[in-house]
């Protein structure tokens, strides 16, 4: 038999709905599996509905090409994509395993991507799974349905199912899981060693994944990287999934219908994907530009998340988060309007003012460059750091379970003219943004040739990947050639590590500025 006979039926794995194929092992032995179907398509009458099975196939299927993204505008201006395109026609996902042999039981991380659950595919070059795998880990990546497509309530299909409406974005992650729970052994993972880890909205829908029982047993480790479900409550942010009760996310839904001039699901499953895309960005079904609502559903969440979290009924596992330095200071920065000292106080009365002289105390602004730097962190700790920070307080206090914290400051340097998310860089500036360490976990610096990277990128990048992946295989991000990396816990003051060219871990500061942001709000 001769190897390349050897390497393709290596890539023939069976999994349960039939046989798939791969394109063959890269020259560092990765097997790559792209586009695999994980449920049916949720099309037609299965538009809003609960992911179904997934009808098996003869013969042997190809696995050598992305499935296509779930529907959506062009939102996100840093998002590039290897798919044909959208459809609603979606739920695929993608194996990189390193395995030689099913029998080698590798440790399982299962990537779930951001975008304000509004973008976002598996197909993204930063988030290609094949540098990591090569940790000695299986890399699982998946698309779920995004907008009003995925986060959708209705009574008629509240109803329909029996059990509530709403959030099939993240029962298709569910579905995805059990997918991974029952297969993964085929590409020499080990269903009982699964890591869930995601950014932003994907990190929204890992702290909603470890407060829902639908998952319950479907993961052993959760890292959530910038977001949470679990935190912010004192005043509201500029963007915040909210979560709703039943109720009142089904009454949002008659609205949106009732605004296309119709009252039944079936009149909206007959519009086309494109129509109801559309038309879904007016303000019957996004209340102020904020993200898609999360419903109290009594299936996938018979809480809401904070609750579960207080309560310790939350996925009782080890748990890594962290933030990055800069999440949203772009947008303070940037621009000819920079903070002054006079400008941030009308602001910060104007926009919080039931609040605002404990937040000026909090950043203060007795100057201009303390006015911009306050107002950076003010719009870093509203927009996903005190809620990120806030949910690791909760699984500290409930979660019986180890805790890691980090805050990524690696700074890149933003070019003049450069658009991010809809800010123009107007000089050149540097920062931890949102989303920058996504490149490091996965080892794809070299998904973005705009930017100077420099050795110490590289450096900091592997010893990215050795934590993320330690933590995987053994519930610590620890390892003999690393630097330390302590638990969070009161002991040493609440330990952050931070990731830089040298990774260092210190005391947790603005712990009083968490606090505030953590209390309940005024009634």
């Known amino acids: 038999m001769t190897s390349r006979a050897r390497a393709s039926e290596g890539d023939l ?18 097997r790559a599996f792209k586009g695999i179907p994980f449920a049916a398509p949720p099309v037609g009458p299965l538009r ?62 299962v ?36 907008g009003i497509f995925g986060f959708f309530s209705h009574p008629e299909l509240s109803a329909e199912s029996g059990h509530g409406s709403g959030n ?112 879904s960005h007016s303000r019957h079904y996004k209340e102020d530009g904020r993200d898609p609502p999360i419903a109290v559903d009594g299936y996938l969440l018979n809480k809401d ?16 988060s962290g933030w990055t ?13 920079r903070p002054t000292a006079k400008s941030f106080a009308a602001s910060v009365r104007a926009r919080y003012p039931a609040y605002a002289e404990e937040l000026l105390r909090l950043y203060p602004a007795s100057t201009d460059q303390e006015a911009v730097r306050s107002a950076g962190d003010l719009a870093c700790d509203g927009f996903i750091v005190a809620s990120t920070r806030n949910g690791i307080g909760k699984h500290l206090e409930t979660g019986n379970s180890p805790v890691y914290a980090y805050q990524f400051d690696r700074a890149v340097t933003i070019a003049p003219g450069t658009v991010i998310n809809g800010a123009v860089a107007t000089s050149a500036d540097t920062g931890a943004r949102h989303a920058s360490e996504i490149p490091y976990v996965f080892g794809t610096l070299d998904s973005d040739a705009s930017v100077p990277w420099r050795p110490e990128d590289l450096r900091l990048s592997d010893m990215i990947q050795q934590y993320w992946t330690n ?17 969070y816990r ?34």
């Not at 407060?211 to 963007?239: D, W, Y």
């Not at 001039?261 to 009149?267: E, T």
């Not at 998340?305 to 890594?320: C, Y």
């Not at 933590?471 to 638990?487: R, Y």
């Open 48 to 109: 809003w509905k609960e992911p179904q099975p997934v009808v098996p196939w003869e013969g042997v299927r190809p696995a050598t090409a992305f499935g296509p993204r779930p529907m959506q505008n062009q939102i996100y201006s840093d998002m590039v994509f290897r798919d044909k395109g959208p459809s609603e026609d979606c739920l695929y996902l993608n194996v990189w395993t390193p395995a030689r042999a099913a029998t080698d039981r590798l440790p399982v991380m």
């Open 325 to 337: 330095a800069d999440e949203n200071r772009v947008y303070t920065v940037f621009g000819s309007n």
């Open 305 to 320: 998340p904070r609750s579960a979290f207080a309560e310790g009924s939350q996925a009782h596992v080890p748990f890594l």
């Open 490 to 523: 009161k002991e040493g003051n609440y330990p952050v590590m931070h990731l830089d060219v040298v990774p260092a871990p210190a005391p947790e500061a603005h712990r009083e500025r968490y606090a505030f942001w953590d209390t309940e709000p005024a009634r």
């Open 111 to 146: 990537w779930i991507y951001g975008g304000g659950l509004e973008a976002g595919a598996a197909s993204e070059p930063r988030q290609d799974g094949g540098v990591l795998a090569r940790r000695g880990v299986v890399v699982v990546s998946l698309n779920y349905r995004l």
């Open 168 to 279: 099939y974005g993240i029962l298709d992650q569910v579905a995805a899981l059990r997918w991974v729970k029952s297969n993964i052994a085929s590409f020499g993972g080990d269903p009982a060693n699964v890591t869930i880890f995601g950014e932003s909205a994907g990190s929204y829908s890992v702290s909603l994944l470890m407060a829902s029982p639908l998952s319950r047993g479907l993961f052993h480790k959760a890292i959530c990287q910038s977001g949470s479900m679990v935190g912010t409550l004192r005043v509201p942010t500029e963007r915040n999934t909210r979560v709703f009760d039943l109720k009142t996310a089904e009454g949002q839904g008659v609205g949106f219908a009732e605004s296309l001039g119709l009252n039944s699901i079936a009149g909206l499953r007959k519009l086309p994907a494109d129509t109801l895309l559309k038309a």
């Open 13 to 30: 794995v069976r999994v349960d709905s039939g046989l798939v194929q791969g394109a063959g092992a890269d020259a560092s032995g990765i």
């Open 471 to 487: 933590f995987a295989k053994t519930g610590s991000p620890g390892g003999s050639d690393l630097p330390e990396w302590p638990k």
